[in-house]
């Protein structure tokens, strides 16, 4: 079963506009939650991280919310570029109690697709 | 930002070789490290993970000896596929945690594409 879902497969959104990724998660013991962008045959790159300590994390243009209730995750992207379309995964993961995070539970990803 | 590298980043080799794929954190120490499978149009999958000076800890499903992992030191991790065939073509991808208690970010390498013919 899968613990980490990304619904939409593809997303496509203008350029300047805002992008909105979303992710569900199962598991309520995820307390760590990352987004990752990953062009074809490149290995993933880092965008943005939030702990369940909080509810929302901004680097420049993009913002993560994390909703603990509706165990929910959302990456914004504003304003929408060219460079940005790639496919996105959302990763969640475990602290444990010695300070570090286990492996990560990836969902499946979405395509964005920045139209000009 | 920190660094993590894969060597070779293309191989292709004849059914029944083993390939080793080499894994390096090149500005930071890498407690652990994991390594990651993808087929295509599918997400990362997580094969085992890889804590310095020990044993590697194998994901449900993944075969230890298939796929060999040595994590010698703190800035490399070696993933040799045995026996290779035509079925162990994917893209492996390793990622390396420096201490904890400084980040909490996990660095990917850019992956290593596996052709077994």
């Known amino acids: 079963d899968q613990q980490v879902k990304q619904n939409s497969p593809s997303l496509s959104v203008q350029e300047g506009r805002i992008s909105i990724l979303n992710c569900d998660y199962t598991n309520s013991m995820f307390d760590y939650f990352l987004w990752y962008k990953k062009y074809p045959a490149e290995g993933p790159t880092f965008l943005i991280s939030i702990s369940s300590i909080k509810d929302k994390n901004e680097d420049g243009r993009f913002t993560v919310f994390l909703n603990k209730s509706a165990k929910h995750l959302s990456l914004h992207i504003v304003p929408s570029q060219p460079g940005d379309s790639a496919v996105y995964f959302c990763?969640?993961?475990?602290?444990?109690?010695?300070?570090?995070?286990?492996?990560?539970?990836f969902g499946k990803g979405t395509h964005l697709i920045i139209q000009p | 930002g920190a660094v993590v590298s894969q060597h070779p980043s293309w191989v292709i080799c004849k059914s029944g070789t083993s390939v080793k794929i080499e894994c390096r954190s090149l500005?930071?120490?890498?407690?652990?490290m994991f390594w990651y499978r993808q087929f295509p149009k599918q997400s990362l999958m997580l094969m085992a993970t890889?804590?310095?000076?020990?044993?590697?800890?194998?994901e449900q499903g993944v075969e230890k000896d298939k796929f060999l992992i040595n994590h010698a030191s703190l800035t490399l991790s070696t993933l040799t596929v045995t026996s290779a065939h035509p079925e162990d073509s994917s893209f492996y991808i390793c990622?390396?945690?420096?201490?904890?208690?400084?980040?909490?970010?996990?660095?990917f390498g850019p992956g290593t594409r596996l052709l077994v013919l």
């Open positions: 990622s390396a945690i420096g201490d904890w208690r400084t980040g909490e970010t996990q660095y």
């Open positions: 990763a969640a993961s475990l602290t444990y109690s010695g300070g570090g995070a286990d492996g990560l539970t």
């Open positions: 890889s804590n310095e000076g020990s044993k590697a800890t194998y």
């Open positions: 500005d930071f120490q890498a407690t652990t």
